[in-house]
């Protein structure tokens, strides 16, 4: 599976969007980019995936670049409940493929 | 629908002792896996089972043992406890389909001295 690579950290305003980028410039074209999140202590959470096209959810929105290189993913109003961990994964589509997670972005929202 | 369920939910051992951590999830999902975390770290798969009776490792399988033998329950063995594999271990479940989200259990955090 393709390498990401996150920001380690970033803060909003509550209220605001939260805006997480990340790179996955050796993404092949069989792999999806899949988001999940770590409120602490607990275990993660799915949020949403995407091939290419720009992608909406009730939790998010996921905007992948043309070329595929980076992503994006948009909480449109963030709460202090979105502070978390968020892991940006790139995995291949299939039904045994595995999920492997890096560190993670760590966002804060504060009030 | 209980989900992932995993206990215990915290357990001290002494190194050198054994265990079983639990894992039971009632969604009727065929893939079954778990993970290590550690401070600072992401989660690092340690064995994974796509279904009842098949079970394979991940990155970090070392001094772990698993076995499936039905498909809501993926116990995870360690046999011999070292302080290294004080963590936080969570169970996760899915269907086997292309694109299924994962479903996590709270975790059991384990500590050997």
């Known amino acids: 599976d393709a390498k990401t690579t996150q920001p380690t950290s970033m803060d909003c305003a509550e209220g605001r969007a939260a805006n997480l980028p990340c790179n996955h410039s050796?993404?092949?074209?069989?792999?999806?980019v899949y988001w999940y999140r770590q409120i602490h202590s607990q275990g993660p959470q799915y949020i949403i995936h995407?091939?290419?096209n720009n992608e909406t959810n009730e939790m998010a929105s996921l905007i992948i670049t043309e070329d595929r290189k980076s992503s994006t993913l948009i909480l449109p109003h963030a709460t202090l409940r979105d502070t978390a961990v968020y892991y940006c994964?790139?995995?291949?589509?299939?039904?045994?493929?595995?999920?492997?997670f890096g560190k993670g972005i760590t966002l804060s929202v504060r009030p | 629908n209980a989900g992932v369920t995993q206990t215990p939910k915290f357990q001290v051992l002494k190194t050198g002792q054994s265990m079983t951590l639990q894992c039971a999830q009632d969604?009727?999902?065929?893939?079954m896996s778990w993970y290590r975390q550690d401070p600072g770290m992401g989660l690092r798969l340690i064995h994974y089972s796509v279904g009842a009776g098949i079970t394979d490792q991940g990155e970090v399988p070392n001094g772990y043992n698993v076995s499936r033998s039905t498909t809501e329950d993926f116990p995870l063995r360690l046999l011999s406890a070292a302080p290294s594999q004080t963590s936080v271990y969570f169970c996760a479940s899915r269907p086997t389909g292309l694109f299924t989200e994962a479903f996590f259990g709270q975790g059991t955090r384990l500590t050997v001295v």
């Open positions: 050796t993404i092949s074209g069989n792999e999806y």
């Open positions: 994964i790139v995995r291949v589509a299939g039904a045994n493929s595995k999920l492997t």
């Open positions: 969604m009727n999902h065929e893939y």
């Open positions: 995407g091939l290419k």
